[in-house]
């Protein structure tokens, strides 16, 4: 059984930091491996890309969070981190993360919450 898992979010303040972790089962990870995502979805609005990561390891992001997001793969743990930096209360919502395979299915988290307060 796939399971995928965020883990993180909190309750900062304007400036603060946060590192969102997402683990993924070490059975997608493999060979069956395509990328990865990071989401968002604030109140009332849309879910949106905030960064992704290619099967080779190329990082992507939005304009919001380049120079303030860092995503990273931690293979030895099969989790994807996203560091974040310098917070701003736009970017509270929940955050997902979503595991592409090869096979043309793509698999989602619950969600981890994050509050960015003023």
């Known amino acids: 059984q796939v399971q995928i898992m965020e883990s993180g979010g909190d309750l900062v303040q304007t400036g603060g930091s946060l590192t969102l972790s997402c683990e993924a089962s070490?059975?997608?990870?493999?060979?069956?491996?395509?990328?990865m995502g990071w989401y968002r979805q604030a109140p009332g609005k849309q879910r949106e890309s905030v960064a992704a990561?290619?099967?080779?390891?190329?990082?992507d992001y939005v304009d919001f969070a380049k120079g303030r997001f860092t995503l990273s793969r931690d293979k030895d743990k099969n989790t994807f981190n996203l560091q974040m930096n310098r917070l701003k209360t736009d970017d509270t919502a929940v955050y997902y993360c979503?595991?592409?395979?090869?096979?043309?299915?793509?698999?989602w988290g619950q969600g981890t919450q994050v509050t960015v307060s003023s």
């Open positions: 070490s059975s997608i990870l493999g060979f069956s491996f395509n990328g």
């Open positions: 979503k595991i592409k395979t090869v096979w043309g299915k793509d698999y």
């Open positions: 990561l290619s099967r080779d390891g190329d990082t």
